[in-house]
């Protein structure tokens, strides 16, 4: 071999060969460091199976012999006892015999899926305590020969089917028929005109209000083949929902082009003549501002961008009196429509059903949001579609579904109070629905959610709590998502941590353990404020929904209040508005938050949250318990219980079965929550950088994994104040016996140690 002479080497090839050594030596450290994270991974695995157990939920039979089904708080009919109608005070539901009701409610789809199906649904559903479904359909024809008008007669069918199967066993419905975002333009359809959505359209193009008030007719006015009734006669049926998320003063008014917003443009003009006389005493009030959209010789008024009506502007600013102009028209217009829809299902096809307008949000929850609620109130129920979804997803398919490679981040609300949905500023004397809800994953901090929704709806008095969503008739194992693409579903409900926490949180809810707190603040608002779109004094959480926001999260750090938002999870917030001026009254929050401590109290006295430390409990005579980060927090003392844990993370209640306090009843539910993955599934930490630029540090899908769901083995330990009870039960998934806990007792209390296989537990 002969001896290379190092003398010949020039530069570049030294720096070749220096370049293609490092090379080789990342590639080989990099084999390494992923042949050592797949060890670390497959150790990881084994450790999990170890600390899970699965849940292999069979088929609900609906067994006789079943302790724990809540059948019985539903009517043996729903309406029974005739329609759903306000409360003295017009702030709640009460039933045809004037007895007050609460929802527990959710989003069913199995109405697709034939009414056998649907049966079977509704029964899985009233024994674990719901009874309130909606249906989120479309009305509008889906072949592509009909015309505009006419109606999706399968759809109705489905719906029919859908009122006489829930109906049986005790569950209402809200019915929502009209989605302008999944509405697709026909070729044969003369509207949309030039625009290429639906969106906005239906509060003022009078051949789409002539489209959808048949709609109408033909959904409601039809005799039901398998009740015997009408929709509009069926008191089965408590609200109707006019439309689902869209309006006037969200992002989607932009998308209005051509012929479509010509229309509009004129309405504005003659909105303007009837308000000043002409439009060029409209134009010398705007202080002759003008924008290139205008032509008033043909009374064409334009509008400016959405995104406009969101800045500050100077109190000198020309454009301020004319964007005045522009909101209270908008507003106006979508109040219009909701007062004439009213009247045309009233007057014209005796619809008895109480009337939700909407549910969506604007463009700016500051400085618009109050200007939709007001629209509503041409109805009677107030209705918001809000989500937790723990911080960001992203990933091509995060829309609707989550597949390897998608980034997330996991962050529990119990550290992010400013996110919770029910963050709702409530219109004074109208009930409050939220018509779509979920704790969305791929967050995995899913146990505390119906925990939360339970104390917090009772606490504030908000009516109906509609979880989103329900594609299967009973419980649903980790499976592609819409069933074709290999992935796990995102907007699923029927899950262990999810739909397996209602049965004790919808039992105390229902049932009225959890006091309504009085108002904490009582906000006037005069419209001539909200058309100048000022701030209020207090407003709610941004929400975020990856289908339709412009911005990449939930982001609540910057919004503009003069009293604390944490105020929302002290007692009801309400507002009223009204044509002259008063007082608004907010109570001295300084009792109830330490922002120091990060610790929020209730009014009542009965709810905790700690937020530091991530945690929050429920403490009354019939219900308590605790959620959150428990192993930190050592024993929980409550008042007739005492929760240990060695669980990082977990959801306990602790509820009377029989209506009397925990210290003397003779039977009492316990019900645990932790964490559930599909069997396989792996993250990972990474740090990537979001749409907007920013960096965020959490965790990678490598493997979504399969069926069956594995949870967290729980450990804790329970004492409770009552030595009535002698026996403890431990329960499947679907509340059949299926053995026995050892229970310590003295003479003051009994104590237990709760079985790490399991959800419920029934003491007596």
């Known amino acids: 071999m002969t001896k290379p002479n190092l003398n010949n080497l020039t530069f570049p090839l030294v720096l070749s060969l220096l370049l293609s050594f490092i090379t080789m030596s990342c590639a080989l450290k990099n084999q390494a460091s992923s042949q050592e994270d797949i060890i670390t991974q497959a150790a990881a695995n084994n450790n999990r199976e ?105 759809a109705r069918q489905q719906l029919w089917e859908y009122v006489a199967a829930m109906k049986k066993e005790g569950i209402y419905l809200t019915i929502s028929p009209y989605y302008p975002n999944a509405l697709k333009p026909q070729k044969n359809w003369t509207i949309p005109r030039d625009s290429k959505t639906f969106h906005a359209l239906l509060f003022f193009d009078p051949e789409l209000q002539k489209a959808y008030k048949n709609w109408l007719k033909n959904l409601l006015e039809p005799v039901n083949p398998y009740t015997g009734i009408a929709l509009k006669d069926d008191p089965a049926i408590a609200i109707i929902q006019l439309q689902n998320e869209d309006s006037l003063l969200f992002w989607t008014f932009d998308q209005l082009k051509g012929r479509d917003l010509e229309i509009l443009k004129h309405q504005f003009s003659d909105w303007l003549i009837k308000k000043y006389g002409s439009l060029e005493k409209a134009s010398e009030a705007w202080g002759g501002v003008s924008i290139k959209e205008d032509n ?157 929704v339970s104390i917090f709806q009772s606490l504030t008095g908000v009516d109906g709590f509609y979880w989103f969503s329900m594609k299967e008739p009973q419980w649903r194992q ?169 669980n990082e993370y977990g959801t306990i209640l602790v509820v009377s079965m029989d209506n009397k306090p925990l210290n003397q009843s003779q039977q009492i539910l316990v019900q645990m929550g932790t964490i559930a993955r599909p069997t396989g599934w792996q993250q990972k930490e990474v740090t990537w950088q979001d749409k907007k630029g920013n960096l965020q540090q959490e965790f990678e899908v490598i493997n979504y994994g399969k069926a069956p769901w594995r949870l967290i083995k729980n450990d804790v330990t329970l004492t409770i104040n009552n030595p009535k009870l002698t026996q403890g039960t431990i329960l499947d998934a679907n509340g059949v016996a299926q053995g026995k806990v050892k229970l310590k007792s003295d003479n003051k209390q009994i104590s237990l140690q709760f079985p790490p296989n399991a959800k419920y537990l029934i003491l007596d």
Request: net charge positive; aromatic share 12%; with cysteine.
């Open 296 to 452: 008033f010789d043909k009374k064409l008024v334009g509008f400016y961008k959405l995104w406009e009506l969101t800045k500050e502007q100077k109190f000198w600013s020309r454009k301020t009196k004319r964007m005045d102009d522009q909101t209270e028209f908008l507003t106006e217009k979508m109040y219009d429509f909701n007062t004439e829809i009213k009247r045309f299902l009233r007057e014209e096809i005796g619809a008895k059903q109480l009337i939700n307008a909407g549910n969506w949000k604007t463009a700016d929850p500051v400085k618009l949001n109050d200007l939709e609620r007001y629209s509503y109130t041409a109805t009677e129920v107030i209705g918001v579609n809000r989500y937790y979804n723990g911080g960001e997803h992203q990933g091509k398919f995060s829309g609707w579904a989550i597949v390897n490679g998608d980034k997330f981040t996991n962050r529990s609300v119990l550290f992010d109070p400013y996110s919770f949905p029910l963050n709702l500023k409530q219109v004074a004397n109208h009930p409050m629905i939220i018509s779509e809800s979920s704790w969305v994953p791929p967050l995995g901090y899913q146990s505390e959610g119906p925990f939360l």
């Open 50 to 154: 170890k600390e899970t157990w699965p849940f292999e939920a069979g088929r609900d039979n609906y067994d006789k012999n079943a302790l724990l089904d809540l059948r019985y708080l539903n009517e043996k009919i729903a309406g029974e006892s005739g329609f759903i109608r306000l409360s003295s005070d017009e702030k709640d539901f009460v039933k045809g015999d004037g007895k007050s009701i609460r929802f527990w409610a959710v989003n069913s789809d199995v109405w697709r899926k034939g009414y056998d199906a649907l049966q079977d649904n509704a029964k899985f559903l009233a024994k674990r305590g719901v009874n309130m479904v909606r249906w989120h359909g479309q009305s509008v024809g889906k072949n592509k020969n009909l015309p505009l008008q006419e109606i999706d007669k399968n």
């Open 478 to 646: 980790p499976s592609s998502a819409n069933g074709y693409k290999p992935s796990l579903g995102k907007w699923v409900i029927n899950t262990p941590e999810l739909l397996g926490n209602f049965p004790a949180a919808a039992l105390m809810y229902r049932q009225g353990y959890i006091k309504q707190g009085k108002p904490v603040i009582q906000e006037k608002r005069e419209l001539k404020d909200l058309w100048q779109r000022k701030a209020p004094l207090i407003s709610e959480t941004k929400s975020f929904d990856p289908n339709r926001d412009q911005e990449t999260a939930n982001s609540n750090n910057n919004l503009s209040n003069r009293i604390n938002p944490l105020a929302f999870l002290v007692g009801p917030v309400e507002v009223t508005y009204q044509d002259k001026s008063s007082q608004s009254q907010a109570l001295n929050l300084n009792e109830y938050i330490d922002e120091k401590a990060k610790i929020i109290r209730s009014i009542t006295g009965e709810i905790t949250w700690n937020y530091q430390q991530g945690f929050c409990t429920i403490n009354t005579p019939k219900a308590q318990g605790v959620t959150g980060f428990l192993k930190n927090l050592g024993t929980v003392k409550l008042g007739d219980t005492t929760i240990t844990s060695n």
